[in-house]
C-alpha cells in the first residue's frame, strides 16, 4: 500500500516536497515512480528510482529541478521539487513495484501493482 502525501497552491518558482509512504514491502525492495496527471491530459512519468541499483531516472520536463530520494528509516520515498512552472500543476501519484524493470518499461502505468491516492499541485500566482 502506498499513500501520497505534501500536494498544495504555490507560486512560480516555488518548491514542495511530496512524500510516498509505504506498508506491506519496503521502497528497498521495489522501484517506485512518481507520475502526475493533468486535466484532459494522460498520465505521465516524472521520476523513478529503481530498486537492486538505485538508478534515478527523470523525464527530460522536469531535469534539474525536481530530485527523488529515499528514506529506508521511515519507508518513504520523495519527490523535491523546485522552480515549479504551472504546466507542473497536476495530481501527482507514487506507484511501486517489486518486479525488476527494463528502462523502457519505467514510463508505462501498467509496470506498476501498487499506487498512491494522488496528491494535487496547483502552480498559481
Known amino acids: 500500500q502506498l499513500q501520497a502525501f505534501g500536494g498544495g497552491l504555490v507560486q512560480p518558482g516555488g518548491s514542495l516536497r511530496l512524500a510516498c509512504v509505504a506498508s506491506?514491502?519496503?521502497?528497498?525492495?521495489?522501484?517506485i515512480g512518481w507520475f502526475r496527471q493533468a486535466p484532459g491530459k494522460e498520465r505521465e512519468g516524472v521520476s523513478f528510482l529503481r530498486n537492486r541499483n538505485s538508478q534515478i531516472l527523470n523525464a527530460d520536463s522536469v531535469k534539474g529541478r525536481f530530485t527523488i530520494s529515499r528514506d529506508r528509516a521511515k519507508n518513504t520515498v520523495y519527490l523535491q521539487m523546485n522552480s515549479l512552472l504551472p504546466e507542473d500543476t497536476a495530481v501527482y501519484f507514487c506507484?511501486?513495484?517489486?518486479?525488476?524493470?527494463?528502462?523502457?518499461?519505467?514510463?508505462?502505468?501498467?509496470?506498476?501493482?501498487?499506487w498512491g491516492q494522488g496528491t494535487q499541485v496547483t502552480v498559481s500566482s
Open positions: 506507484a511501486a513495484t517489486k518486479r525488476r524493470l527494463i528502462i523502457s518499461t519505467l514510463w508505462e502505468v501498467n509496470s506498476y501493482d501498487y
Open positions: 506491506g514491502f519496503t521502497v528497498d525492495d521495489a522501484t
